[in-house]
């Protein structure tokens, strides 16, 4: 009897260590829904009896807005937002009820997917342990068969029904989304309002962004518009260094302080003037082949975040690492309506987004009286690389071009910087020197796109 009883004991904790694991190992399976292509799997185990899912977004981990019962919750990956040929069908013949059921049923078929891919791992996990203490114990075949049979048995009943048991709601609460925004609790996509004016037929490029598009510290437009001035667009940004190696007529909408919100897909309010949608405006541009994206800095608040560094002991405070990461989320979110927006532009450009060059070289002793160190250079150039890194996995996921603009030897306090610095008119932006450096890379990266794909464009002069 206490043989027996220990048996059964020793195989209920091999079998919740089995689940354990197999809860951290099974990969995560595969499914389309609405235009997206959503892995589904389990979130690491949690203590708490509910709370929200896990979702990842271009390397964000966000919690879910749907809650779940139980220390088992989903993880949702997702890794393709193009919408498919089925999906364009069913929204083009008005079926959205069957587009809204399919996208939680199918998530909930994935779950289940994935707990029978679990129970099968946690079986086969439980499987090497009873081989070697049979082996151990010298047993005959016979009876090491029923040992390892009636183990492997009681192993998988358990672990199905202690996943069942808890994450019982999570299948019915996964049918209940009925768009992907149900999980992130955004909204669906507003339609982008339609900019007053004629079509610019002769606009080859268009740039989107922020102050690193526009050019902001270098030298002002010839005949520049009051908008012009507000959004600090320069003669010396990297779109009109592009015009100029291309002989191309380029529409810089892109404009000091944008975020994707306020700017990109929103109006901006900048003192009395008020900038239109730059996406509205680039709708415009019937003809343009490509379109330059520079957004990013201002949605995480990076300004606000090198001043805190700077008058700051050190930057990697809990507060300002929570801050950032909060912000960085948010980008994501906003990022990915922006992706969407763009493969849907009716003249397919040619999308390039631009990633941010990392300022900070080697040496900051150009910086120290502006209370930088190396170690807060160290933390602020970790915080761009992660925003960087979001930047590039969106563009790589919607099938764009990322580009990194590479100011090795050009750094802050180098003998030729591509950084303004401190005492300059935008600390931090590139010069006009820094600008070429960024319109060069976009040059290269679309000249060899346009080599791997016959269907674009030529892009030399």
Known sequence: MVIAAAYALGLAGLALAAMWLAVRITPLQPVSAAGQTVRVGAAPLERSLSGPGQLDLFGQTIPTNPHFDGPIRPRLELTRIKEDAEVARLLRSGDHERLTLDVGRKLASGWVRYGAWETAVAAGLALLPLAAWTGLRRMPPRRTILIVAGGLALVTAVNAAGFYLLASNTPQALRDVRSLQDLVGDSPLAPVPRAEGPPLG???????????????????????????????????????????????????LACSGATVRDGVLGVQILGEQVAPPQIAQAQRATEASVVMVSVGVNDVRWSDLV??????????????????????????????????????????????????????????????????????????????????????????????????????????????????????RAPLHPTAAGALAIALADQQALLTNANRASVWPSFSH
């Open 307 to 424: 001043q805190v560094c700077a008058i700051s002991p050190s930057c990697d405070d809990r507060f300002s690492t929570a801050f950032f990461q909060d912000r960085l989320a948010r980008f994501a979110l906003d990022y990915r309506r922006l992706l969407r927006i763009l493969a849907t532009l009716p003249q397919h450009p040619a999308v390039v987004v631009n990633e941010y060059y990392d300022p900070f070289g080697p040496d900051v002793s150009c910086l120290r009286e502006e209370g930088f160190t190396r170690q807060k250079a160290e933390v602020l150039r970790s915080r761009l690389a992660a925003l960087n890194a979001v930047l590039r996995q969106g563009a790589e996921t919607a099938g764009f071009t990322a580009v990194k603009p590479d100011f090795e030897g050009h750094r802050l306090c180098s003998a030729q910087p591509y950084v303004q610095g401190p005492a300059d």
């Open 202 to 252: 002769d606009v080859r490029a268009v740039a989107l962004g922020d102050s690193t598009a526009a050019g902001s510290g270098n030298g002002p437009l010839p005949a520049p518009s009051d908008l012009d001035r507000a959004c600090q667009r320069s003669a010396d940004s990297y779109p009109q260094a592009l015009a100029r190696a291309n002989d191309w007529n380029v529409l810089n």
